[in-house]
C-alpha cells in the first residue's frame, strides 16, 4: 500500500557530497517514521539515519556529524545530505519507511547505488 521511490545516488569523489531523496506514494498518511538503510558487498544492511513524523532523528555512530536526514511530512518526502563522503559509504542506499495500518509494517523502497570513489 506504500511505495518508495529513491533517487540521487551516483558516483561521487571522497570528501564530495550527494543529496538523497525518497518519495512515498500510497497510503502514506499512516507513516510514523521514515530512514535510510544501507548494505554495501558482503555485509547486513544497517541503519544509517531515521526520522519520526515529530522529527526526532536517530545516526549511525559512523555518519553522525557527515549526514542530515530531513522529512516533509506534508509532501511525504524524506531526503538524506551527505557530506564528506568516504570510501566506506560505498552501498545500496534503501528508503524505509515504517506504516502504523493496525500493525507496524516497514516498506522499502528498490535501492539507489552510492559509489565514493576517486
Known amino acids: 500500500q506504500v511505495q518508495l521511490a529513491e533517487s540521487g545516488g551516483g558516483l561521487v569523489q571522497p570528501g564530495g557530497s550527494l543529496r538523497l531523496s525518497c518519495a512515498a506514494s500510497?497510503?502514506?498518511?499512516?507513516?510514523?517514521?521514515m530512514g535510510w538503510y544501507r548494505q554495501a558487498p558482503g555485509k547486513e544492511r544497517e541503519l544509517v539515519a531515521t526520522?519520526?513524523?515529530?522529527?526526532?532523528?536517530n545516526y549511525a555512530d559512523s555518519v553522525k556529524g557527515r549526514f542530515t536526514i530531513s522529512r516533509d511530512n506534508a509532501k511525504n518526502l524524506v531526503s538524506l545530505q551527505m557530506n564528506s563522503l568516504k570510501p566506506e559509504d560505498t552501498a545500496v542506499y534503501y528508503c524505509?519507511?515504517?506504516?502504523?495500518?493496525?500493525?507496524?509494517?516497514?516498506?522499502w523502497g528498490k535501492g539507489t547505488l552510492v559509489t565514493v570513489s576517486s
Open positions: 524505509n519507511a515504517a506504516v502504523v495500518l493496525g500493525n507496524i509494517m516497514n516498506y
Open positions: 526520522i519520526t513524523r515529530t522529527l526526532n532523528t
Open positions: 500510497g497510503s502514506a498518511v499512516g507513516i510514523i517514521a
